[in-house]
């Protein structure tokens, strides 16, 4: 049974556009609740698609039609600590797998397990992952073992909140699901599916209702870390409640698990949950180009800026390798390319950002909001868009203007030292550094030795599952 739920307002004619997430500030709408499709069992969408998934095992790599070159420096960094043999893939899996993953892990601290056990398996998984990619077939089935013992043990499908906050659902899908997502994905193009897949099937879909939401639970506790039943529209001064706009990244990172999980087993629904957080999420780029709700995080604003414009253009990814090409289907898509333009402006003129990061002044990366926390290894993450963004937008004014800065690098001349830092930062994870060495900045200890290590530097982050030079910097076979 299918019921739309209109608030008051919204049965006064209002355009689709004005509820489904339009942010001009001119129009007096914008204080309208969104207004959702409930559809019994499954999770409500603004509107509806006719976008079904066509490829199951594609997400974001294609073995099949690609070869991936770059992939070396991202398997060999740090493979001391996070080694991906079956059997430590194995150990570190078994240690998160139970059904309410706080029974493990304290995710209540100011931290929220940063470097501790859900790291440790994110990037074990990772690692598995972009070796995989690169053909190590052992690898493959590691991810495919790891697969194997979370779903015995139903693990994630109890999960509750961490005290007041959604941190354990939203670790739990960024740290546990989607890298697992995207690997199993890898492992079935290259090793196939595994015998159990059905029942993977099973305990995934249940998994996924547990962190983002839970159709099936009572009325009013259904939202976890996907808004929709309690959601508001947030924005300046205070932005009062932007964890409960459905704009916001956490939202957003549910919508892209549920995607995947709706094309490895065509769930036609779930993969159409992906294209309604991506809409939401882009109609809510102002007019300058800014995401809002991101970029008022006082001084962490550049990086969940980039973190959420990733994430956006790693939805049209999949939807592209599944056939759908938004740009063409959603105007709204171009909104990237301003998002896009923002980042950069700042990374020039870091001033633009005050008058949103001064919204929240408390925040968990820098201790002034007057200053955006993007130069050390937050930068893998500020800027893990950029190889995708240039793969997918070679002759787009911002990839041009990305190259200028790369050039500005490789040349002789001299650059000012905050600009030089400000470079390094977009550029570092992104292309080899040895042409510009001579103007490397080094603001972490481990800056030097990875320099001389690795050609690039390192970019394996929970925000970009893996190395998005891996995966994205492909060769057609």
């Known amino acids: 049974m299918v019921r739309v739920l209109i608030a008051l307002l919204l049965s006064l004619a209002i355009p689709a556009s004005a509820w489904a997430g339009n942010w001009n500030k001119s129009n007096k709408e914008t204080n309208a609740p969104y207004a959702f499709i409930e559809i019994e069992g499954q999770i409500p969408l603004t509107r509806t698609y006719d976008l079904t998934p066509t490829k199951s095992d594609i997400l974001l790599t ?88 979370l779903s015995e043990a139903a693990a994630f499908t ?20 989607k890298p697992l997502l995207a690997a199993y994905s890898t492992a079935s193009q290259r090793v196939g599916r595994h015998e159990k897949d059905e029942i993977f099937k099973s305990w995934m879909k249940e998994a996924i209702f547990q962190n983002t939401y839970n159709p099936l639970a009572d009325k009013g506790a259904r939202d976890r870390d996907l808004i929709r039943e309690k959601a508001v529209r947030a924005y300046g001064p205070k932005y009062a409640n932007f964890g409960k706009d459905p704009a916001q990244n956490h939202s957003l990172q549910s919508g892209l698990a549920a995607m995947m999980y709706g094309v490895l087993w065509e769930d036609e629904h779930l993969y159409q949950v992906g294209l309604d957080s991506y809409l939401i999420t882009l109609a809510s780029v102002n007019e300058d ?27 049209r990814e999949i939807a592209k390798n599944q056939g759908h090409f938004l740009d063409e289907q959603y105007p709204a898509t171009n909104n990237i390319h301003d998002a896009a333009t923002f980042l950069l402006d700042v990374v020039e003129n870091e001033k633009l950002i005050l008058k949103y990061a001064k919204a929240n002044k408390s925040n968990s990366m820098c201790n002034t909001y007057r200053k955006q926390c993007f130069h050390d290894d937050n930068r893998a993450t500020v800027f893990g868009w950029v190889t995708i963004y240039l793969k997918n937008f070679p002759n787009h004014q911002n990839s041009k203007r990305i190259l ?18 400000n470079l390094n930062a977009v550029i570092k994870g992104n292309f080899n550094h040895g042409p510009f060495r001579h103007n490397l900045t080094h603001p972490t200890k481990w800056d030097k030795q990875d320099s001389l290590n690795h050609q690039m530097f390192p970019t394996d982050t929970n925000w970009n599952m893996g190395s998005p030079r891996c995966m994205f910097d492909r060769r057609s076979k």
Not at 294 to 314: D, K, M, N, V
């Open 62 to 149: 294609d073995t099949g039609i690609y070869k991936y070159p770059n992939c070396e420096d991202s398997i060999k960094n740090n493979k001391h600590l996070y080694p991906y043999d079956r059997s430590s893939v194995a150990s570190v899996t078994k240690k998160i797998a139970v059904e309410n993953i706080n029974d493990v892990i304290d995710f209540t601290g100011p931290d929220g397990d940063d470097g501790g056990l859900s790291d440790k398996f994110s990037m074990t998984i990772n690692k598995a992952h972009m070796a995989c990619l690169k053909g190590d077939f052992s690898a493959c089935w590691a991810i495919r073992d790891a697969m194997n013992i």
């Open 404 to 421: 200028k800065f790369y050039e500005e690098l490789v040349s002789n001349q001299q650059i000012q030292e905050k600009r030089k830092e």
């Open 289 to 315: 180009g800014v995401l809002e709700l991101e970029a008022i995080r006082g001084g962490s604003g550049l990086f969940y800026s980039g973190a959420t414009l990733h994430t956006l253009l790693q939805i």
């Open 158 to 177: 109890q999960n509750t909140k961490a005290g007041k906050s959604p941190e354990t659902y939203f670790q739990t899908i960024a740290r546990m699901l």
